[in-house]
């Protein structure tokens, strides 16, 4: 079975800096790996996915997601942080016709 | 579209109270799931349906028992629950199967057991 991993349950980035979430995770083939926005008290949105192809992924609210096959990482990226993009971010792997999530990254983004 | 709507948003029951949460997709998906999200957890999968038929996650007790009227509709029938039963109820829905395409969710439904 896959696992997923999210090494850090916070990350505190300033305004307009670079930000990084991590995420590494396990299968025997080849995932499809996603990841995934919550604010609070409501659902999970979809942010991006990874299928095949370009190791980097554009998704929505400019983050975008490189994947590494050979460190097993998919880790997300956004080159300018806002506060708005404060909230807790899960990565998923997909494998085998099931789902795993990551324990989540609580990101805050500070004036 | 691309909402998953749920419905109620919040709900208080007693112990022994009878209960039903909805859910309602129109995207065409064929895969619809529930799940229970306790605070700052990822959510857990309860059950899955996928082309109408279900699949259960062992783990969840008795109490929790899901209903598939249609395929854009899913409903999850509440009876019995106890305290550690409250949490965020959350549906969604795939175009295919859950490991390789994306998840729409619903706002969810915050459940208190009283």
């Known amino acids: 079975a896959q696992s997923v991993a999210q090494p850090e349950d916070q990350v505190n980035v300033a305004e307009g800096n670079p930000l990084t979430v991590k995420c590494t995770y396990s299968?025997?083939?080849?995932?499809?790996l996603f990841w995934y926005v919550q604010y609070p008290n409501r659902g999970l949105q979809f942010l991006l996915k990874?299928?095949?192809?370009?190791?980097l992924v554009k998704g929505s609210y400019g983050f975008e997601a490189e994947f590494n096959k050979s460190q097993t990482s998919f880790h997300l990226k956004k080159p300018s942080a806002l506060v708005s993009d404060s909230a807790l971010y899960f990565c998923?792997?997909?494998?085998?016709?099931?789902?795993?999530f990551g324990a989540g990254t609580r990101l805050t983004v500070k004036p | 579209d691309t909402e998953v709507t749920q419905t109620p948003k919040h709900l208080v029951m007693g112990m022994t109270n009878k209960k039903s949460l909805k859910c309602e997709q129109h995207?065409?998906?064929?895969?619809m799931y529930w799940y229970k999200q306790k605070a700052k957890k990822p959510p857990e999968l309860m059950f899955v349906?996928?082309?109408?038929?279900?699949?259960i996650n062992e783990s969840v007790p008795s109490r929790f028992s899901p209903e598939c009227p249609n395929s854009s509709l899913l409903n999850l029938h509440l009876h019995a629950l106890q305290p550690e039963d409250s949490a965020l109820y959350l549906c969604?829905?795939?175009?295919?199967?859950?490991?390789?395409?994306?998840?729409?969710f619903g706002p969810g439904t915050r459940l208190t057991v009283t």
């Open positions: 969604a829905s795939s175009q295919g199967d859950r490991a390789s395409y994306e998840q729409y």
């Open positions: 998923a792997v997909g494998y085998n016709n099931d789902m795993r």
């Open positions: 349906y996928s082309y109408e038929k279900l699949s």
């Open positions: 299968v025997s083939g080849n995932p499809y």
């Open positions: 995207m065409g998906h064929r895969a």
């Open positions: 990874y299928i095949t192809g370009d190791n």
